[in-house]
């Protein structure tokens, strides 16, 4: 491949040409990620209006009728609906309900009941379970529980195969 740069104060827009024998899969990707760079969204935080570059999106989830989008550092409520910002955003690599995804990726299904009496007990999540399970509420001996689901950056990870831009 070969790049060719021509930087001259008299052009008003940036021009991209790609020059190729076919269009193959890698070269859709890299017209899908060029676009992505002028893709802004807008979005509320504290009251304000920020204008943000789609590219730090992580992901979006809608919760009491509002649609929200996640930065690394940041959530931001949009008057856009889940299926226009999954639209505008279908070029990149983000994920939508990541309640559903941790879920659908928790691959074993287990539960972790650490016990006031400091046994610890790892039980599978499943109706067989329900009971045992219950029996330590009942007796009040449930210092804290841990599900196995993956945190979202897991999932996020196993998804596009990409580390978390720190």
Do not use: W
Not at 29 to 45: N, Q
Not at 82 to 94: I, P, R, S, T
Request: proline share 3%.
């Amino acid at each position: 491949m070969k790049i060719h740069i021509n930087e001259d104060p008299l052009y008003k827009e940036t021009e991209i040409t790609i020059n190729c024998s076919r269009l193959s899969p890698d070269i859709e990707r890299l017209i899908s990620m060029l676009r992505v760079l002028d893709l802004k969204l807008t979005g509320k935080k504290d009251g304000q209006t920020f204008i943000l570059d789609a590219s730090k999106v992580l992901y979006i989830d809608t919760a009491d009728k509002k649609t929200f989008f996640y930065t690394q550092n940041d959530v931001y409520e949009t008057s856009l609906r889940l299926y226009e910002l999954e639209e505008q955003l279908e070029a990149m690599d983000f994920l939508s309900a990541p309640d559903e995804l941790c879920r659908k990726y928790n691959e074993g299904n287990t539960i972790t009941i650490l016990a006031k009496d400091g046994q610890t007990v790892r039980l599978s999540n499943s109706p067989e379970q329900a009971e045992r399970i219950a029996g330590f509420f009942l007796r009040d001996n449930v210092a804290a529980i841990h599900s196995s689901e993956p945190n979202l950056e897991n999932v996020f990870i196993k998804l596009t195969g990409k580390e978390l831009d720190r």
